[in-house]
């Protein structure tokens, strides 16, 4: 007797789901509406015929892909995105019947109205439907004449002086200690939260992450530490020898709310709203413009690919001290 279908739950996707003849159906995040919808569905025989070559199916594989061999966090980036998308359209639908105007109207439907968002929608459907044309599963891109809005981002560069007033504005030693090596090491907000001592390399003054635990998973990730940043480093270093170094006042791991929680604050003070990615591009502008060559400032940045650093930091062609600084270096 063949096994009747019932909602299981997938660890994965953090979510419940049904399997019917073979296909893969998502019902939802919580238990109980995940079983009204499986009773709906199973007592409307028409919606249990969702076509394998579906959208739907086809990001699922690729959030499989993406859980194998890319970071936590890509992977929830994705899966926010993407599950976001699939609600608005037929569960039927295939990636030959995908239209521009699908994804359209999803972006304008939104609240959010900002580029950044709409660019990251986009951005993950385009990047899903990439990977199932290099994977064999489908040979077009649909949304390959949909463009991406411009980037209305406008990157904060820290002065010096502004620098100097956050940390005399910081009272709590430990949220301290996690500026001061963001501003001195540039690495991204993810690595200075994660780093532990095991990844602590005192003979080379860095961290070193593993390629499973880097962003992308496809090589390691060095961050190499400034005197001022060593000290830190040691000393959190011998007092947690296990678990996260940066910890708030009760001992805890500084998580991203928690952060944004704490430069809230600081703006009361400052009449600026920071964060620390401003610490990371402002780092990467200081080193460019102290003269360090674009491939080793990539190389400090952790980037896989060179060529973004000219895409980040075009703002420095519009600096006319800089360039002209360049310019004569050029005539000697």
């Known amino acids: 007797m063949a096994r009747l279908p019932k909602p299981w739950y997938w660890k994965a996707r953090k979510a419940w789901f049904v399997t019917i003849a073979g296909t893969r159906h998502f019902l939802a995040e919580d238990k109980k509406e995940a079983e009204i919808k499986f009773h709906q569905m199973m007592a409307n025989p028409v919606q249990q015929n969702v076509r394998r070559d579906s959208l739907a199916i086809l990001f699922d594989q690729y959030l499989v892909w993406t859980k194998r061999h890319r970071s936590e966090s890509t992977f929830g980036w994705y899966q926010r995105y993407l599950q ?10 295939t990636v030959s019947q995908l239209k521009p105007f699908h994804v359209q109207k999803w972006i304008d439907a939104d609240s ?13 459907v385009k990047r899903a439907l990439n990977w199932a044309m290099q994977q064999g599963y489908t040979s077009t891109q649909p949304l390959a004449a949909l463009t991406m809005p411009e980037d209305g981002r406008r990157e904060r560069l820290i002065s010096q002086e502004e620098y100097q007033a956050i940390l ?3 009272s709590d030693s430990g949220f301290r200690d ?11 907000p993810q690595e200075l939260t994660a780093v532990e001592a095991r990844h602590v390399d005192s003979k080379n003054s860095r961290w070193i ?27 959190l270093a011998e007092k947690y020898p296990e678990g996260p170094l940066f910890r708030n006042s009760d001992g805890t791991l500084w998580k ?33 413009q ?18 973004m650093l000219a895409k980040v930091y075009q703002h420095l062609s519009h600096d006319p001290k800089f360039m002209l600084e360049q310019v004569r270096k050029s005539v000697g």
């Open 178 to 188: 996690l500026v001061i090596t963001a501003w001195e090491v540039g690495a991204r």
């Open 256 to 288: 991203k709310d928690a952060v944004n929680c704490r430069f809230s604050r600081l703006k009361t003070k400052l009449k600026t709203k920071y964060c620390l990615y401003h610490f990371r591009h402002t780092f990467a502008t200081r080193k460019l």
């Open 209 to 235: 992450f593993p390629r499973e635990e880097a962003k992308g998973k496809k090589r390691p990730r060095v961050v190499y530490l400034t005197p001022v940043a060593e000290e830190i480093t040691n000393r």
């Open 112 to 124: 959010d109205k900002s580029s950044s968002t709409r660019r990251a929608k986009i951005r993950s």
């Open 290 to 307: 102290s003269g360090v060559d674009p491939l080793t400032v990539a190389e400090l940045l952790g980037h896989a690919d060179p060529s």
């Open 84 to 93: 976001a998308f699939v609600e608005t359209i037929p569960a039927h639908l």
């Open 168 to 170: 005399t504005a910081i």
